[in-house]
């Protein structure tokens, strides 16, 4: 069965801090992506990696860096961690033959 | 215009009533539709694929209207089980693109 993911489902960070989010896939999927979900927005790319050590800019980089070492980890960082990226954060993966992604159960981060 | 939209909601409606969204979209490229289904503060998952000829699953049909540029999926006999927000969701380079996008949702009540 399908399996991604996160390192935390709920954290809690103060304003400065780096923080990192980890998702892990283990179907061997080429690509990996990263979102934020916010209510009224919806569902928001950040990053996306299509291969290991790739990454690809969303529609909302700015504050966010990733990091993709191994096929079945891709990392979101935040470098400087402010309130507005309070956010859930949902990773995502897919292998090359199918459109389907297959999400995380996701990570909900509070910035005081 | 917004890329994908759907109208919001919520839609409450009785168990065993038949319920239709629609979902527009702007892209006239776009080659694979989708809808996800979200149960509250879970992640999303894949519901079914939308086909130009239509397709039904049980109780769901979904069908593509590329002229209009839009996507409807109906739920017939509601279960209250199927209260969740359905995602419409849109890949507008086809099964070659790494992205979709996403719609805002439309959130479904089942009532007993």
């Known amino acids: 069965d399908v399996k991604v993911t996160q390192s935390s489902r709920y954290l809690v960070k103060r304003t400065g801090e780096k923080v990192f989010l980890e998702c892990v896939q283990d179907?061997?999927?080429?690509?990996m992506f990263w979102y934020r979900q916010d209510p009224g927005l919806g569902l928001r790319l950040i990053y996306f990696s299509y291969d290991v050590k790739m990454k690809e800019k969303g529609d909302i980089p700015e504050g966010y860096s990733v990091s993709r070492e191994k096929k079945e980890r891709f990392s979101l960082i935040l470098e400087s961690a402010s309130t507005n990226q309070t956010s859930m954060y949902l990773c995502a993966s897919r292998g090359l033959l199918k459109e389907t992604q297959y999400f995380g159960p996701g990570t909900r981060l509070l910035v005081l | 215009r917004k890329e994908v939209e759907q109208d919001p909601g919520p839609f409450n409606v009785p168990e065993g009533a038949t319920v239709a969204f629609n979902c527009t979209y702007s892209n006239s490229a776009s080659q694979s539709f989708f809808w996800y289904r979200q149960d509250c503060r879970k992640e999303p998952k894949l519901l079914m694929s939308?086909?130009?000829s239509g397709n039904e699953d049980g109780r769901f049909t979904a069908q593509l209207n590329r002229a209009s540029q839009y996507i409807s999926l109906l739920i017939r006999d509601s279960k209250l089980s199927d209260s969740a927000t359905y995602l419409c969701?849109?890949?507008?380079?086809?099964?070659?693109?790494?992205?979709?996008?996403f719609g805002k949702g439309t959130k479904l009540s089942v009532i007993p």
């Open positions: 969701v849109v890949n507008p380079g086809g099964a070659g693109s790494y992205q979709l996008t």
């Open positions: 939308v086909y130009s």
């Open positions: 179907m061997d999927h080429e690509n």
